[in-house]
């Protein structure tokens, strides 16, 4: 590795406090390990280069660099290689490749040229950014008419837009005990798999409302959640004990009820007056905006908003119509752009080049949120903690090169209800790997990428793709991944998407 002396003439004239552009390298010569160093990074850090699906002799990365002049080198298998098909010069570390980006430039410029040997044999199908293309960059008045075009269309378009043809919504009553609303949820879950058996979609949302039979009212909803803080809080609550098992008969004795106001006390949702604070119910009704509904879900940080409509002024007799979600907000999006994306210029964007979504930190970010993931054989336990302190909806499985092999979901905990598995299981003692084989065929294999159950993207997919991914039922998350290597580097999720284009 070189060393991280001053830097000297024309090696960095990079123009600070510029806003940066994310910029394309490709070693297009083969190797085994290839990786990217340069004046951007004082020679002191390696940048890890991933081979292009399609075609593994050409590695590729997308780096963000400050408009001006900058000098770099490939580590490929060890040894310093520079391209002599790109400009190159003599300087401080031998001979460097250099480029060169003018400040705010309207395109963003991908290094790679056209003379290199062995092109012949690139997949251009594959290739996230085709030979010789620039990466687009959006500017603020584009990005402010698409958001305004598209606040427009969900002000102007109501909730009852959503409703299905045909469908039903179960809802459950507060007293039924908790064992019973867990099975029903699993129920649930496995209805929706067998109906999107024959599609790329593997899971919905466990989750309903919460009837009041006394108050005539929905008071909440029961969630996937739920079922993870019972599993490690319940016992302890009810018992006053550190057992290490909940039990099928202690889930029986215990009704919705009574979990909600446990919930309470653990989350201290209690008053000055020792009173407990129960969150309202949030809902909508089917003559709400899509706009509004879009909100309520995101400024409540929640899944789904239960649809109501009462035919008297003082809302008794609320009819329970539909659970809205992001997804078929975007949905509504999507099918209403469809045909004139021209007119939405933010659609055309890379996601790579937007701020969007959950990325890892890169080498060097010292001050990057820490990105959730975890390998096979950590217990359930862990990763049922990881998703209730990282407040995540999702966490990626990967293996030691951090290559996605599986995600593990809020709603998977809903497999434990299968056989009672709940009440046999050690949390600490059940590794991630042996509770998604719950939840799946005995012959399925194990990574569930060629059964699609992992719903992925490139980085170099453009908005409207990662939407219309997201739009799918039961699709609240895209895992980010290096074409070639399935080498995590993010995730976008419905919330992030929609933040975006409302602004």
């Known amino acids: ?26 070693w297009p010569y083969g190797g085994r390990r290839v990786y990217l160093s340069g004046s951007f990074t004082r020679w002191s850090e390696h940048i890890p280069m991933s ?21 770099f080198k490939f ?38 040229s056209s003379d290199a040997p062995g092109g012949s044999n690139m997949d251009l199908d594959n290739d996230p950014f085709p030979r010789g293309e620039v990466i687009p960059r959006i500017s603020e008045g584009d990005l402010d008419v698409s958001r305004h ?20 919504v179960i809802a459950l009553d507060i007293n039924l005990p908790v064992k019973q609303a867990f099975h029903t949820l699993y129920e649930q ?44 809080e319940m016992r302890c609550f009810w018992l006053g004990n550190h057992g290490s098992n909940l039990t099928e008969e202690e889930l029986e004795t215990h009704t919705i009820s009574a979990w ?26 089917p003559y709400d905006s899509l706009k509004d509904v879009a909100l309520k879900i995101l400024q409540n940080k929640v899944a789904t908003v239960p649809i109501i409509y009462s035919p008297s002024q003082d809302g008794s007799f609320p009819q329970l119509l539909h659970l809205a979600s992001l997804s078929g907000i975007l949905k509504c999006i999507c099918r209403h752009f469809r045909h004139s994306s021209s007119s939405l210029p933010i659609l055309q964007q890379p996601i790579c080049s937007i701020p969007l979504g959950t990325w890892v930190p890169k080498i060097g970010e010292s001050n990057g949120q820490p990105f959730a993931m975890l390998r096979p054989n950590a217990s359930l336990g862990s990763a049922l903690s990881l998703l ?37 299981i050690h949390l600490d003692n059940m590794s991630i790997h042996q509770a998604l084989q719950l939840g ?58 929609s933040r975006f284009l409302l602004g």
């Not at 106001?261 to 909508?284: F, M, T, W, Y």
């Not at 030691?400 to 009440?423: E, F, G, Q, V």
Request: one cysteine or more; hydrophobic letters at 40%; glycine letters at 8%.
């Open 1 to 26: 590795m070189f060393g991280s002396g001053a830097e000297s003439g024309h090696e960095n004239s990079a123009i600070s406090g510029a806003a940066l552009i994310p910029t394309r390298f490709v």
């Open 51 to 71: 081979p292009i699906e399609g075609c593994p002799s050409v590695f590729q990365v997308i780096w963000s660099l400050a408009p001006g002049y900058h000098q």
């Open 75 to 112: 580590f490929v298998d060890g040894e310093w290689r520079h391209d002599d098909h790109q400009p190159f010069v003599s300087g401080n570390y031998g001979v460097v490749n250099t480029i060169f980006l003018p400040r705010e430039p309207d395109m963003v410029p991908a290094v790679f």
């Open 149 to 168: 075009r598209i606040s427009e269309f969900l002000s102007a378009h109501t909730a009852y837009e959503l409703l299905p043809e045909s469908g039903k």
């Open 189 to 232: 879950v496995n209805a929706i798999l067998q109906i999107q058996a024959n599609s790329s979609i593997s899971r919905g949302i466990p989750v309903a409302p919460l009837w009041d039979f006394c108050k005539g009212q929905f008071v909440g909803v029961l969630s996937a959640l739920d079922f993870i803080l019972i599993l490690r």
């Open 260 to 285: 909600k106001e446990g919930k309470l006390h653990l989350n201290r949702q209690i008053d000055g007056s020792g009173r407990l604070c129960p969150r309202p119910l949030v809902h909508a009704g």
């Open 388 to 424: 209730v302190q990282a407040e995540v909806s999702s966490i990626p499985i990967v293996d030691d090169n951090d290559s996605l092999l599986d995600i593990y979901s809020r709603s998977d905990i809903t497999a434990l209800a299968k056989d009672r598995a709940y009440a046999q």
């Open 440 to 497: 799946q065929d005995a012959n399925a294999p194990y990574g569930l990428i060629n059964g699609q159950r992992c719903q992925m993207c490139l980085r170099s997919d453009p908005l409207h793709k990662v939407m219309e991914r997201l739009a799918n039922p039961g699709v609240r998350r895209l895992v980010i991944v290096e074409a070639g290597s399935k080498r995590v580097e993010g995730v976008i999720s419905l919330s992030d998407v």
